[in-house]
Antibody, heavy 116, light 111 residues
Framework: QVQLVESGGGLVKPGGSLRLSCAASGFTFSDHYMSWIRQAPGKGLEWVSYISDSGGSTYYADSVRGRFTISRDNAQNSLYLQMNSLRAEDTAVYYC?????????WGQGILVTVSS | IVMTQSPDSLAVSLGERATINCKSSQSVLYSSDNKNYLAWYQQKPGQPPKLLIYWASTRESGVPDRFSGSGSGTDFTLTISTLQAEDVAVYYCQQFYSTRTFGQGTKVEIK
């Protein structure tokens, strides 16, 4: 079955950096676009970024463009999100998700807290 | 594309119908395939969202048939025909016509 496991979250100071990873299994990773989606505590869902199956195309929400970078390693079945210049408003649970017709499988999420 | 759901919350008796509305700021109907790029998700506390419906009305495999989606263009509806206790959750609509955008969510509770 599809499994997506995020790692790399934690507490970081404003202006700091963090790199999230997502280990995928149970499907052919290189056949799918992949997304990062976040959810601030007690709030709704916000799409952050997605990347094409080959990694050749990337897309970002306006709120993170220029600060976050999505990437993937198809040989390692892994998805990444490099987050720089972090702000308090980036505090959220970050979900790794698979794209098929649309977002069809989600990881359990990893908490990122930006606070001094 | 901005997605707006109504209501923000609703309380429904067990066995009764629950209806959630979603409106997009522009049409999500793609003319080349005549499909509405609209999905619905269910999120229970402490869990990631679960895909219920895509193409506005196609149920994901394994989703009970009491969940149905309708609508076209800019106006969509998720209906739970007979509310069960396990349906208590927050429901989100999502457009996938242009990247991804979610509605703000609708909390469904038992009356």
């Amino acid at each position: 079955q599809v499994q997506l496991v995020e790692s790399g979250g934690g507490l970081v100071k404003p202006g700091g950096s963090l790199r999230l990873s997502c280990a995928a299994s149970g499907f052919t990773f290189s056949d799918h676009y992949m997304s990062w989606i976040r959810q601030a505590p007690g709030k709704g869902l916000e799409w952050v970024s997605y990347i094409s199956d080959s990694g050749g195309s990337t897309y970002y929400a306006d709120s993170v463009r220029g600060r976050f970078t999505i990437s993937r390693d198809n040989a390692q079945n892994s998805l990444y999100l490099q987050m720089n210049s972090l702000r308090a408003e980036d505090t959220a649970v970050y979900y790794c998700a698979r794209e098929k017709v649309t977002t069809d499988h989600w990881g359990q999420g990893i908490l990122v807290t930006v606070s001094s | 594309i901005v997605m707006t759901q109504s209501p923000d919350s609703l309380a429904v008796s067990l066995g009764e119908r629950a209806t959630i509305n979603c409106k997009s700021s522009q049409s999500v109907l793609y003319s080349s395939d005549n499909k509405n790029y609209l999905a619905w998700y269910q999120q229970k506390p402490g869990q990631p969202p679960k895909l219920l419906i895509y193409w506005a009305s196609t149920r994901e495999s394994g989703v009970p048939d009491r969940f149905s989606g309708s609508g076209s263009g800019t106006d969509f509806t998720l209906t739970i025909s007979t509310l069960q206790a396990e349906d208590v959750a927050v429901y989100y609509c999502q457009q996938f016509y242009s990247t991804r955008t979610f509605g703000q969510g609708t909390k469904v509770e038992i009356k």
